[in-house]
């Protein structure tokens, strides 16, 4: 019994590799018909998991979200992105760009003097 209650266990913190990540927020709003970019930024010392990937992106995710509604944006979605070179990251922004190309969305990019993800 007890073997089961361990395998349950959450992770250590411990257990993830510090790294830096290039991030950047894609958020969509039904109310208004806009979609919304942050640059791509570059963040340091961020957790990353087993599989390579970012850890906690819901953490950033809020705070983009936080932003957008501060700014008067009605319930947006938000989702962030992340690579491990700016490269990779411009790439996969240029792909979610084509993907929501609509003559019917707006288009707003967020500056990073206005937003940076902490």
Same mark, same amino acid.
């Given at each position: ?27 969509? /709003? ?57 490269? /990779? ?16 969305? /707006? ?12």
């Amino acid at each position: 019994m007890v073997l089961v209650l361990c395998s349950f266990a959450p992770k250590d913190d411990n257990n993830y590799k510090l790294k830096s990540r290039y991030v950047f927020g894609f958020s969509f /709003s039904y109310s208004d018909s806009s979609v919304y970019f942050t640059d791509v930024q570059c963040l340091d010392s961020m957790q990353i998991g087993e599989h390579g990937k970012l850890v906690k992106t819901g953490i950033f995710s809020d705070q983009l979200r936080t932003y957008l509604i501060s700014k008067g944006v009605p319930n947006p979605i938000t989702v962030i992105f992340n690579e491990k070179n700016e490269k /990779s990251a411009s790439k996969q922004m240029e792909k979610v760009m084509k993907k929501h190309n609509d003559p019917k969305i /707006s288009w707003k990019v967020i500056p990073q003097n206005e937003f940076k993800f902490k």
